[in-house]
Nanobody, 123 residues
Framework: QVQLVESGGGLVQAGGSLRLSCAAS????????MGWFLQTPGKEREFVAG???????YYADSVKGRLTISRDNVKNMVYLQMNSLNPEDTAVYYC?????????????????WGQGTQVTVSS
């Protein structure tokens, strides 16, 4: 049974930073690609960032240069460092795991999901 638990969301002012964390359990974490997605009301869940089992990173164009994904295979953790936040980043952010080692960018490519953490950026 895979479990993904996000933390670190909250309210931040525009220009500020947050660090999201995701704790994974139930599978050999180091074998699998991880991703972060966001979702806003009425819209589809969309890819933000992903990291392969080898540590290669991928980002949506809208977040390049502002967000950084990383992983710690000893602690079974994946992180999303979010800098220079703006109100358009307000969303629920979800951690996800693929049952393969390489990153893909659509929701259906991921097999396990966390419960989400709310990020709200005020202007």
């Amino acid at each position: 049974q895979v479990q993904l638990v996000e933390s670190g969301g909250g309210l931040v002012q525009a220009g500020g930073s947050l660090r999201l964390s995701c704790a994974a359990s139930g599978r050999t974490f180091s074998k699998y690609a991880m991703g972060w997605f966001l979702q806003t009301p009425g819209k589809e869940r969309e890819f933000v960032a992903g990291i392969s089992r080898g540590g290669s990173t991928y980002y949506a164009d809208s977040v390049k240069g502002r967000l950084t994904i990383s992983r710690d295979n000893v602690k079974n953790m994946v992180y999303l460092q979010m800098n220079s936040l703006n109100p358009e980043d307000t969303a629920v952010y979800y951690c996800a795991m693929r049952a393969y080692g390489w990153v893909l960018t659509t929701r259906d490519d991921y097999d396990y999901w966390g419960q989400g953490t709310q990020v709200t950026v005020s202007s």
